[in-house]
């Protein structure tokens, strides 16, 4: 177990960093640029999304809903066929021509 205060012998016990500790600050001129990007788009986002009334959406929903499909749902891709399985790896036997 090491000890907080344990050292090498002839060692001074020295701060985990010997120098003053830099602050990144060049990392803030594109955090905020990041930021004013982010809220420059989240306000043009607002903007272009219209209001549609309440009753025509009712009517649309209450359209689409009554109309008959196209065709039947199904899924894209067939099921496969399963096979039995035993529990126990078995090669498929070879065929001798």
Not at 24 to 51: D, F, I, K
Not at 61 to 87: M, V
Request: hydrophobic share 45%; charged share 25%; glycine share 8%.
């Amino acid at each position: 177990m090491i000890h907080p205060g344990a050292a090498l012998p002839g060692t001074a016990a020295c701060a985990a960093y010997p120098g003053r500790v830099e602050i990144l600050l060049w990392l803030v001129p594109p955090v905020v640029v990041t930021l004013l990007a982010m809220v420059w788009v989240s306000w043009l986002g607002r903007e272009g999304r219209g209001e549609v009334d309440r009753d025509v959406a009712v009517s649309r929903l209450a359209e689409a809903l009554q109309r008959e499909p196209k065709r039947p749902t199904a899924y894209a891709a067939r099921t496969p066929a399963r096979d039995r399985s035993t529990g126990i790896a078995v090669r498929p036997s070879r065929r001798v021509s």
